[in-house]
């Protein structure tokens, strides 16, 4: 039985980017790096790609033995990573995007250091230093109680300040990143739930946890992970790649 394992869902389909996953970045291609990062995590003790393909199968199998193909069908990553983990004995599972090739592995075990039984779901989130990336729906907002439970999220700028100039100090803002952990009996949970209508209105899946009566921890973490969707951000990385080799 494994403890924990990371499990990166993989769809091929990509509308604004299509085939992203097997796109080059320095000589491989952009899930093979996001694998190769979460074999750097200290506390895990297994990495798998759940696919949706049979052509992004046989491309993860050039580098990975533990890829699993699962539907086409399935409308989020989630449920993917569920019909993974069935065939898996494990405890925990983290969830890392297969978009992300810079994910650091500190983060991938500040969210396995935070899971347990108890706390049953966790996920990361990163000060927000400009306005413009306060103001961009793209990016999620969070909020959270004082024990760093997620009280929201909203592409919208929360919490919304009303009297801006009587604040003495400047409010601080902090964006959701799309990493979790979860107990397995949790992700069969969460997975059982029917969409609730502030994640249909917001489009933001975890709202469906939030209210259903669920908790979310949150760690706070000084990275924040690049995620590719567009031919821009496929650039951009291309160009940050460049930097680091």
């Known amino acids: 039985m494994y403890n924990k394992v990371v499990v990166i869902p993989a769809r091929q389909a990509s509308t ?3 085939n992203k996953l097997m796109l080059d970045l320095g000589g491989k291609s952009i899930i093979h790096r996001v694998y ?3 074999l750097k995590a200290k506390n895990i003790d297994e990495v798998i790609i759940a696919v949706d393909t049979e ?5 993860c199998k050039t580098f990975c033995d533990t890829s699993i193909l699962t539907s086409k069908n399935h409308l989020s990553g989630t449920d993917r990573i569920f019909e993974a983990v069935l065939q898996i004995d494990c405890k925990y599972i983290i969830n890392v995007q297969g978009d992300e090739p810079f994910i650091e592995p500190l983060l991938i075990d500040q969210i396995a250091n ?3 039984e108890d706390t049953y779901m966790v996920s990361a989130m990163h000060q927000l230093q400009r306005q413009e990336e306060v103001d961009n729906p793209n990016n ?3 909020v959270t109680d004082k024990n760093g439970r997620a009280l929201y999220f909203s592409r919208s700028a929360i919490p919304f300040i009303r009297d801006k100039n009587e604040l003495t100090t400047k409010q601080s803002y902090y ?3 799309g990493i979790y952990g979860y107990t397995k009996s949790f992700l069969k949970t969460v997975t059982s739930l029917p969409p ?4 249909v209105t917001e489009k933001l899946e975890q709202l469906r946890v939030l209210q ?5 921890k949150m760690v706070e973490t000084d990275h924040e992970p690049i995620g590719i969707d567009t031919l821009e951000d496929y650039n951009k990385a291309k160009a940050l790649l460049d930097e680091l080799i």
């Open 16 to 18: 604004r980017l299509p």
């Open 36 to 38: 190769e990062r979460c």
């Open 55 to 59: 052509e992004l199968l046989e491309h």
């Open 114 to 116: 935070a899971i347990s």
């Open 140 to 142: 999620v907002k969070v």
């Open 175 to 177: 964006k959701h990143l």
């Open 196 to 199: 609730s209508s502030l994640e």
């Open 212 to 216: 259903n009566g669920y908790e979310i």
